[in-house]
């Protein structure tokens, strides 16, 4: 198979005054910066996907932007209009909101101590299972400290049982079930996760870690966008967009899941498929490597 070489790239007119050099990455090198509508710069940001707290990585990502965005508008003078979306539909959400909800009634319903131990040796068999059949060394070590803390909090459990101390075992049984609190709703999630149905408990959890993350951002200085919007807004227009390409021969549903057809958009005259590195075009042995195994 021949090398592929990338497409050819023309500027914009050239303005008078050069203001801003960016690395593009079509050429591989640095081109002036022309926005297509006088000083206007529209910027589109990948917000978080909120179903639990930030992180470090988070900080690290939306500081940098920041400092971009202050440049931009503040040194080089643009009229910036800064847009960023919130993910607050997505598989982790879901199965986040449902093991939240389903802890939560499971704590309410205080259950008697002998049906809490029943659970939890049932939870810890789940564990095990887990624990062996996972490959990646990460994960195994964090589950093998996960068993090893909830055992060590049941054991505490049972003394405290066998010493007939209430105050101990009340004790005792909170701390065991905050302990166990990861493994558990995990367990709930895997026996009864398809009885909850509720919308409103899928979007309690977005909101409040959106408005969490919003919170956060504000104390490390960082700007609000111009415009936020969120993929729970937007659902009639993904899926007509989603369809659209599906008629248009690019797309195909399998298992219930759409996957874009990437050799029909490269057999298309006005698409060029791999533009931006096109020498790693069929490299079959990069793409083995970038699959996930688990």
Not at 76 to 93: A, E, P, Q, R
Not at 260 to 266: A, G, L, S
């Amino acid at each position: 198979m021949a090398k592929r070489t990338q497409p050819q790239w023309k500027p914009s007119s050239l303005s008078s005054k050069v203001n801003l050099k960016l690395y593009n990455s079509l050429t591989r090198q640095k081109e002036e910066f022309i926005p297509k509508n006088g000083n206007l710069v529209k910027w589109y940001s990948c917000g978080p996907t909120v179903y639990d707290a930030s992180h470090m990585g988070h900080a690290r990502s939306y500081i940098s932007f920041d400092i971009l965005r202050r440049v931009l508008s503040d040194y080089f003078g643009y009229d910036v209009l800064y847009v960023m979306n919130i993910t607050d539909i997505d598989d982790k959400i879901i199965k986040r909101a449902r093991q939240n909800h389903l802890y939560s009634e499971y704590i309410r319903k205080d259950h008697s101590l002998s049906r809490i131990i029943e659970d939890a040796n049932k939870v810890m068999e789940l564990c095990r299972e887990k624990l062996g059949n996972t490959t990646d060394p990460d994960k195994k070590v964090m589950l093998s400290n996960m068993l090893s803390k909830v055992s060590e909090a049941i054991t505490k459990l049972m003394n405290a049982v066998t010493e007939n101390d209430r105050a101990k075992v009340r004790d005792a049984k909170k701390g065991f079930m905050e302990e166990a609190k990861d493994l558990f709703s995990e367990w709930l999630d895997h026996n009864y996760g398809s009885t909850v149905e509720d919308n409103s408990i899928f979007a309690k959890l977005p909101r409040y870690w959106e408005s969490e993350y919003h919170k956060d951002m504000e104390t490390l200085n960082i700007l609000p966008p111009n415009v936020l919007t969120r993929v729970s807004e937007y659902v009639p227009e993904i899926v007509k967009y989603i369809e659209k390409i599906i008629s248009n021969g690019l797309a195909y549903e399998s298992n219930g899941s759409v996957y874009f057809d990437v050799i029909k958009f490269d057999q298309m005259s006005n698409h060029f498929y791999a533009k931006l590195v096109p020498e790693a075009y069929g490299d079959a042995k990069s793409l083995e490597e970038g699959e996930v195994r688990n």
